[in-house]
Structures are given as structure tokens and as C-alpha cells.
């Protein structure tokens, strides 16, 4: 009897399951079970699918394409029973995939959004909540940027003095591996100037030597339990969880994500999503990175390895897929680990928040026990030690299709590239950040610029890089995401690596099959192929008809997951 491999099994099974388009023809003629749900006519279809690139409809049944085609074709198919959406010549592309992002966090509904145009602005909005803040609790901010402030610069612990002298403050910067505290805190803390910074972190120093206000990756963990926070009831966690999660999903959806790689979640939040996907409030599927930093709450994936999980087990809505790690800092906040240094200041490498010795025995745990690893890695030293890991356990305990992740990948170089190659590795680059965070890159110099969010270079030698967000640092928007892709241009017409631009065509397999392919879900989603899942987006102008430095503004007119619509335009 022949032997088929899983993979091999599912594709057969979806060939199987799917009839010819003479077939279907037939079947919906004769009225069989076979006649669509709904069809999509008169549109200009980019399938992603190389053996069929363009079409101009396709129709679908039981949250799957059936058949993919011509108007009058897939028109035949329809009986009186059948939706029809007339496209109307508008562009229709499969559903995209954020390949790394952190939807649904509850400080996007509770805590004081930072993401203001001012210091002042932020300085007002802190001390408003402060006044309706108990004695002693912290006060929480998140989303501060400092090159989108007027002012151009970081916070100071003088500056949430002014706001907030009596209680505890934290700002996180949108990049998340930095926060900024008042005097109150570290007080609390017990953090001064004689200070040593921890293994994996820093307390900044003004030029004097004292605490400048910001803290970094592992130095934010003594700021982890002192302070008072409000507490909740268990079931007042689920409800605020599932309220935020809700509320992001409705906003993934608008903007044609259909798919969302969840890269950090802890075990309540896999439990958020299990509850919506029940009661029909979550309108993306969910790719789930499951956190393995092994502190109390960001334990997710030591609990379920020891409860025999690994990565695969789930539906086709919620999915547990790779163990996520972090081995360095942010591009963001430039805190990212670089072998030669920030140009301007060669004794500043950036941050490793794991050794060589940490790496090594995470990943090997994690490869032995069947799970996909992503782990965090800006800086081409913290690469380089990644795929040291993945070297090592890929020749001691093989495995034909891994697809071992490096979340960021940032700053590459040919050697780098030559190695994800050879390990099969999968690199998540930001895609949003060329056009939203361009003036961070004076910081890294043109020089390392043309190897930072290597999109281009990625492709040329034969890697399948998808796009990611990382949403809080980075904005969402796919559509954002093809202009930066496209253009290398940020919001002021600066153009950032030249060298890493690729083809509107190109972006569009980065955010739609590419970002599949991360997830070993290519062979159901990523593409308008029958037997796939029904995930498309109607996007009311073609991406190859406008000037590259409007793609942003092409709008989403409707986003459909499994053959149901969950956004559609007003």
C-alpha cells in the first residue's frame, strides 16, 4: 500500500474533495449539494496562484473556494440559493497575513495611550488619570514614540515628575523593549545612580550619571512587583481580555487581515481566543506563538509542551504554532545587537537578552519536542547566534521541514542570507517600518540600512520572507506595508535602502502565500485556489494602477474569512 506523508495526505484530500469546473457545472445544474454558497464575479482577480495568476471570479461552498475562473463561468455554477457579490471590476486579492503582530492587548482599552504629538500632550493625559488613580498604584501609558513627539526626543524621569510626583509612572515605548519612570518609581524600586545594570538590560545615565528615566529589556523586570496595580477577579480578566481582543479584531478585519500571527501569547490570552472564536467574535484566524520566557505568566509554552502539545495542534480559526523567544533589543528604540557598533558610537553594541548557552539549550528543548521556534532577533550578532542554535540541532536530530523562524531579522548580510537558506529558516521582517519609523534609520547609518528589512535580498535567494507588522511598534495596515515594500519611502519621502525595493507583485506574495508558508498552512491558505479556504479582500483600486506613493490610500471595500464577510465598507 503506498504511503503517504501528512502533508501529501491533506494535499490529495483537497484534491480530491474538489471537483473540475465541467464538474461542478454539472453538479449545480443538476441542483446537487455542490452548488455554491456564493460567488464573486466581474472582478480582476490576483489569484497568487502560479498556475492560475489572474481570473475574474470564483465561487465558494462551505467556507472553501470550488472553483476559480471566468464571470460566465462561475455565474453558471450559481443557483437561486447562491449570494452573489458583483465586484464591479474592483481588485480582489487573497486575504492577507501579518506574520508577527501582538493584537489585543488590554492597555489598547485601559491604559493612557501615549501615542500623542507632544510631550505636554502626553504630560496632560498622565496627569488626568493620576487624579482618578488611588494613592500608590501605578499609572500606565504605552505607544510613546519619540521621533513622532514635536519635541524630537525621549522622555525624562523630569518630565513624568512634572505630570506625576506621587505615584508610580511607566510609559512604554511603542517599540516595547523600553519604558520610561518617574522619580516615584524607581524609588520603590529601590534603582539608583550606584545602580549596576542586570544581564540583558540598562538603566540609561544622562550625562551627569543620573537615572535618565529610561530602562531596557531585562532591567524592566525590577520594576515588576513593587507598586500597587487594581486588581480584578478572574472573571473580570476574561472579560476585559476578550473585550480587547474583540475590539482589535473588528480593526484587523478593515484593514484585509485575515490571517494574524499571534507572536507572544500567554496562556490567558489562548484562552481569549478560544472563547471568541465559540461565540463568533473573532473575525481573523489566529496563528499563535506561544511565549517561553519561563516566568509566571509568560510560561504558555512550557505548559502546554508538558501537556504533550506541539506545534500544529489547534483548528483552521486558532492554531498553536512556534515557542517564541527573544535573544536581543528593538530596532525601534535602537537597542538592537550590532557587531560593529551605532555609527557614531562604536562601544555601543546593544542588548543580548540570552547567551549562546541560553539559545542552545531552548532551542534544543524546543526542537526535540516537535514545536516550530521564533525567536526575537534584530541585530545580525543575535542572528548569527540563532542560527548557530538552528545548526546545531538540525544536524544532532534532523527534520526534512522545520521552518524555524527569526522574528525581525533586521540587519542581515550575505552570510546570514547564505545560512537561513541553508537551515530553511524563515525570516519575519517589519514591513511598515521603512514608511513609519524612517527617520530611526539615521541611527544605523546607510551603510546597514541597505541590509535592514531585507525583503528583496530575502527573495533573490530563494527564501519565502513574509510581511510582518509587529503592531504596537509597527502599524498593521497591509496597505501601508505594499507602499513601504514598494517604495523603501517613509511618510516624508525619504527613501531608506534603495537596494531592498521589490515588485508590487512581489509585496503581495510577501503578505498573502509567503505569509502562509510561515505557518506550514501554503497548502489551504495564502492564494484564490479551489480547496483552499475562502479568505479574500476586495480592494477598490488595483495596486498596479496607481502611483507606488499612494498604495496606502487604496481603501479595503470588503474583507471575507471562510466565505463570510466581517468587514465590508460603509
Given amino acids: 500500500m503506498t504511503q503517504f506523508s501528512r502533508r501529501e495526505a491533506l494535499g490529495l484530500g483537497a484534491l480530491l474533495a474538489v471537483p473540475t469546473l465541467a464538474q461542478a457545472q454539472t453538479s449545480a445544474r443538476g441542483g446537487a449539494d455542490f452548488a455554491p454558497d456564493l460567488i464573486a464575479v466581474n472582478g480582476n482577480v490576483l489569484t497568487m496562484d502560479d498556475r492560475q495568476p489572474r481570473a475574474e471570479a470564483f465561487a465558494i461552498k462551505d467556507g472553501r473556494f470550488i472553483a476559480v475562473g471566468s464571470t460566465a463561468d462561475i455565474r453558471n455554477l450559481a443557483t437561486r440559493r447562491t449570494q452573489v457579490i458583483d465586484c464591479e471590476r474592483m481588485t480582489v486579492t487573497p486575504g492577507f497575513i501579518d506574520a508577527h503582530c501582538h493584537p489585543g492587548r488590554q492597555q489598547e482599552l485601559y491604559d493612557v495611550n501615549a501615542d500623542r504629538r507632544s510631550i505636554k500632550e502626553i504630560q496632560d493625559a498622565l496627569r488626568e488619570r493620576a487624579a482618578k488613580t488611588p494613592p500608590g498604584y501605578w499609572v500606565n501609558a504605552f505607544k510613546f514614540d519619540d521621533t513622532k513627539v514635536k519635541e524630537q526626543r525621549l522622555l525624562s524621569r523630569q518630565d513624568l515628575d512634572a505630570a506625576v510626583p506621587n505615584h508610580p509612572v511607566i510609559v512604554m515605548h511603542r517599540g516595547g523593549h523600553t519604558g520610561f519612570f518617574n522619580s516615584k518609581a524607581f524609588e520603590l524600586a529601590g534603582i539608583t545612580r550606584e545602580t549596576p545594570d542586570p544581564p540583558g538590560g540598562r538603566f540609561f545615565r544622562d550625562a551627569n550619571g543620573d537615572l535618565q528615566g529610561q530602562v531596557a529589556d531585562m532591567a524592566l523586570l525590577a520594576f515588576e512587583k513593587v507598586g500597587k496595580y487594581e486588581q480584578f477577579t478572574p472573571e473580570q480578566e476574561r472579560q476585559r481580555g476578550e473585550a480587547a481582543m474583540a475590539y482589535q479584531s473588528k480593526q484587523l478585519a478593515a484593514c484585509g487581515l485575515t490571517t494574524v500571527h499571534d507572536a507572544g501569547a500567554e496562556s490567558d490570552k489562548i484562552r481569549t481566543y478560544q472563547a471568541l472564536h465559540a461565540n463568533g467574535e ?73 547567551d549562546q548557552k541560553q539559545l542552545d539549550e531552548a532551542v534544543e528543548d524546543a526542537h526535540r519536542h516537535g514545536w516550530q521556534i521564533g525567536i526575537h532577533a534584530n541585530g545580525d550578532v543575535a542572528i548569527d547566534m540563532v542560527l548557530t542554535a538552528y545548526e546545531r540541532v538540525l544536524k544532532q536530530w534532523p527534520h526534512p521541514d522545520r521552518r524555524h523562524r527569526i522574528e525581525h531579522c533586521t540587519l542581515v548580510n550575505p552570510d546570514l542570507i547564505r545560512r537561513i537558506k541553508a537551515t530553511g529558516s524563515i525570516p519575519t521582517p517589519f514591513w511598515t517600518y521603512v514608511y513609519y519609523h524612517g527617520e530611526k534609520w539615521r541611527a544605523y547609518g546607510e551603510e546597514n540600512v541597505r541590509w535592514m528589512f531585507a525583503h528583496k535580498s530575502f527573495l533573490d535567494a530563494g527564501i519565502r520572507v513574509p510581511g510582518a507588522s509587529d503592531y504596537q511598534p509597527g502599524p498593521f495596515e497591509p ?90 465598507q460603509a
Fill in 282 to 354: 473573532l473575525l481573523h484566524r489566529a496563528y499563535i506563538l506561544a511565549i517561553g520566557l519561563g516566568r509566571d505568566g509568560l510560561d504558555a509554552y512550557q505548559k502546554l509542551r508538558d501537556a504533550g502539545v506541539y506545534t500544529g495542534f489547534g483548528n483552521e480559526h486558532v492554531r498553536i504554532g512556534a515557542v517564541k523567544f527573544v535573544a536581543d533589543g528593538s530596532a525601534s528604540e535602537r537597542t538592537m545587537s550590532i557587531r560593529a557598533g551605532f555609527p557614531g558610537k562604536p562601544h555601543d553594541h546593544g542588548l543580548l537578552t540570552l
Fill in 479 to 568: 496597505m501601508m506595508a505594499l507602499q513601504s515594500l514598494v517604495t523603501r519611502k517613509d511618510y516624508a519621502g525619504r527613501v531608506w535602502g534603495a537596494n531592498q525595493k521589490v515588485t508590487v507583485d512581489e509585496a503581495l506574495r510577501i503578505g498573502t502565500i509567503n505569509g502562509a508558508y510561515a505557518s506550514y498552512e501554503e497548502h489551504v491558505k495564502g492564494s484564490i485556489t479551489a480547496g483552499k479556504l475562502a479568505d479574500f479582500v476586495v480592494l477598490e483600486k488595483d495596486p498596479h494602477g496607481v502611483d507606488p506613493d499612494t498604495l496606502k490610500d487604496i481603501r479595503i471595500v470588503r474583507t471575507v474569512v471562510g466565505g463570510k464577510t466581517v468587514y465590508s
